[in-house]
């Protein structure tokens, strides 16, 4: 089943690479683009799941399998998780460890609620 997302996070995510070749239907960004990414998401009140982390070699850009993700917490409004959900994300993509930081590229989850 495809993953339907709105047209506000569509609207967000098209600055990134489309991975839509591979099968996938999202967006890559650099470490840089990634922060504003979770700006915008803030602005919108879009919470962010979880993500994932590609690689790109040879002008491919492949899963390396590296993840995080946010679960809310029972009772927590949406607005919090929100907050903590994106804190979550740029604390991860800030201290992910590489030596090529031009060749790392992170993918949102962001909450469709």
Partial sequence: MEMVWSNKIDEIFKAGISLHNLGIRNWAF???QSFLVLEQLLEAQIAVLGGDVA????NVIEL???????????G?????????????????????PTAMPNQIYFLFVPSLE
């Fill in 76 to 96: 927590e409004a949406k607005s919090d998780f929100v907050i903590r959900s994106i804190n979550k994300a740029k604390i991860y993509i800030e201290n992910y």
């Fill in 30 to 32: 650099s470490k840089e």
């Fill in 64 to 74: 390396n399998y590296d993840n995080w993700f946010c679960n809310q917490l029972l």
């Fill in 55 to 58: 690689t790109k070699s040879n």
